[in-house]
């Protein structure tokens, strides 16, 4: 009973810390979930909308474009997508490249399903983050799936190829193996699931999963949604469009302004010393460098990006340089810069989970005040202040131990619709369950105790911009 307790009060300190941070919040913890989810997928305010944003939205709609045409959607679809998009501004930020039927990427597109249908959306775009782990701890990551409550191993890949390793990881040959980790696992669903998945093999493992997920949307979700997975590859594309685009702010600006780029990262070591520390780090600076399937950290340095193990220099801080290695993908933007071209530049709202609701904002406060140190960009600057809820807790709101994948072999017809409006019609603070994700992070609990203690509040300057 007293566990019980103790996993009550956890949970209701972290609902608490996210309605101080988001005061707006507070009337849905009791409302039905269908409502929260209607809240973040309402149209953002918009004023006058400076250059800089109406180019980097062109910019991002045409990747989406390009990635719905790539991957069979009709020119139709892709229309749609990019019209219910530029009137939404609204994108799924939260989930990692995950296969469909892993519950926390299943639950979460039927949060955005939610939202999207509140407003008679038909398209769904949701970008996936793929400069993640194969492993990212025991049996967890986008190299396994729980299948009829036993691990699977995805790509049947052995542990040395798995620990360390990326889902950009490549090139080499990734098949869907789905090995089981015990021999007790019920063959036939396996053999079921596997029938579902493209037999053919793939260069990276982040290829397989998108085609995969491609693939199973109709089969788990049905029609009512076209659906279109982005990941780093295509934020990749979407960067270096930026940058081979002379008249761009990414080019002009972050590039070929050196004041603008070490502010940025001056004011990201100043946020790790003060009291928003362990939020918003320099794990890599602007971008991640790929080399021998692993993903290794670079300093700017000189106007170089510098591997910081070896002291080589990788590529040069600028346009050209920079595009060649997106190009052949040896450098991957991290998630500071997919922020940037994907929210910032264009004025999209992210919708995110875990860490996202408290560091997002905080990276808007370096961009906002590394542009007003230097002067750069005034009309981005009033931009970004101007902006209403930019980012807000997206991903991981639905807690479900239902499997997903054993509810699809019960029952495959309207299988989604039905979830959708039982799960819709539930109360914010019931449908997320223990929120074990969040309450088993340190960094919650901790954040909780500073909001209480005042050591950080919702009018300092570095929360101006959430």
Not at 88 to 110: K, M, N, S
Not at 266 to 278: F, K, T
């Amino acid at each position: 009973m007293d566990e019980l307790a103790a996993d009550i009060d956890a949970k209701s300190a972290v609902l608490e810390a996210l309605e101080a941070l988001y005061p707006w919040m507070r009337p849905f913890r009791s409302r039905p979930v269908r409502d929260y989810a209607s809240r973040l997928f309402e149209a953002p305010a918009l004023g006058s909308i400076p250059e800089v944003r109406s180019q980097a939205l062109d910019k991002l709609l045409s990747i989406i474009r390009k990635a719905a045409t790539r991957w069979g959607l009709s020119a139709r679809t892709a229309a749609e997508m990019c019209r219910d998009l530029h009137r939404r501004r609204v994108l799924q930020t939260g989930p990692h490249l995950l296969l469909l039927v892993d519950p926390e990427a299943y639950y979460t597109h039927i949060f955005s399903m939610l939202g999207l249908g509140a407003h008679g959306c038909s398209t769904y775009v949701s970008y996936a983050v793929s400069t993640v782990s194969l492993v990212e701890r025991s049996r967890k990551g986008p190299g396994w799936l729980t299948v009829d409550g036993r691990p699977i191993n995805v790509f049947g890949l052995s542990r040395s190829q798995m620990v360390g390793y990326n889902l950009l990881s490549g090139p080499g040959s990734y098949g869907f193996e789905m090995a089981p980790a015990d021999a007790e696992a019920r063959g036939y669903v396996l053999a079921q699931l596997r029938d579902l998945l493209p037999s053919t093999p793939f260069q990276r493992p982040a290829h397989a999963i998108k085609a995969a997920n491609q693939a199973l949307w109709p089969r788990l979700f049905g029609s009512r949604f076209a659906f279109l997975q982005l990941d780093d590859e295509d934020i990749a594309d979407l960067v270096a469009d930026h940058l081979s685009d002379a008249g761009s702010w990414l080019s002009t600006s972050l590039l070929e302004e050196p004041a603008l780029a070490l502010n940025i990262l001056a004011e990201i070591d100043r946020l790790a010393i003060g009291p928003w520390s362990g939020w918003v780090t320099r794990s890599t600076d602007f971008f991640w460098f790929y080399h021998n399937g692993k993903r290794l950290p670079l300093r700017l340095a000189a106007g170089d990006l510098i591997d910081p193990s070896s002291g080589v220099k990788v590529a040069g801080f600028k346009p050209a340089d920079i595009v060649a290695r997106l190009s052949d993908r040896t450098l991957i933007p991290n998630f500071f810069t997919a922020m940037l071209v994907v929210s910032m530049l264009p004025g999209v709202r992210v919708l995110g989970g875990s860490h996202q609701p408290v560091f997002y904002p905080l990276m808007r406060h370096v961009v906002y005040r590394a542009l007003d140190v230097t002067g750069i960009a005034p009309e981005l600057r009033q931009a970004l202040a101007a902006d209403e809820v930019s980012g807000a807790w997206g991903h991981r709101v639905i807690e479900c131990n239902d499997d997903p994948f054993e509810r699809f072999l019960n029952d495959p017809i309207g299988n989604a619709h039905s979830v959708v409006e039982r799960l819709g019609a539930t109360p914010l603070a019931e449908v997320c369950g223990s929120l074990m994700g969040l309450v088993n992070d340190p960094s919650w609990l901790e954040l909780h105790r500073r909001l209480e203690r005042g050591v950080i509040t919702t009018a300092d300057e570095q929360w101006a911009l959430s």
